[in-house]
């Protein structure tokens, strides 16, 4: 069982930044972050694998960068030019295989933190 634990979250205005970070109770091949806004499905943000492989949602390409650190239990997750949009639950999520997470599939979810992006 892996246990994962967020922070970072909070408010910021338009254009700001806000980084994010995941602590795991054991390394996994794969850790990411997916978000969730009032009304809507849940989308992925950006996940990582243990060698580094990266792949990030279309919306945040650009703006938001994904990296792990701490022999790969602790990811962060550095958001910049946040926009309105951005506003949602953000959740960290791993899993032992790097394609399942990319696909949206996590075997373990933090309990997630809020990012409000105000106009």
């Known amino acids: 069982q892996v246990q994962l634990m967020e922070s970072g979250g909070g408010s910021v205005q338009a254009g700001g930044s806000l980084r994010l970070s995941c602590v795991a109770s054991?390394?996994?091949?794969?850790m990411g972050w997916f978000r969730q806004a009032a009304g809507k499905k849940r989308e992925k943000v950006a996940v990582i694998s243990m060698a580094g492989t990266t792949s990030y949602g279309d919306s945040v390409k650009g703006r938001f960068t994904i990296s792990t650190e701490n022999f790969k239990n602790t990811m962060s997750l550095q958001m910049d030019n946040l926009v309105p949009d951005d506003t949602a639950m953000y959740y960290c999520?791993?899993?032992?295989?790097?394609?399942?997470?990319?696909?949206?599939?996590?075997?373990?979810w933090g309990q997630g933190t809020q990012v409000t992006v105000s106009s």
């Open positions: 999520a791993a899993d032992p295989l790097y394609r399942e997470l990319e696909a949206g599939r996590a075997t373990y």
């Open positions: 054991h390394a996994t091949a794969a």
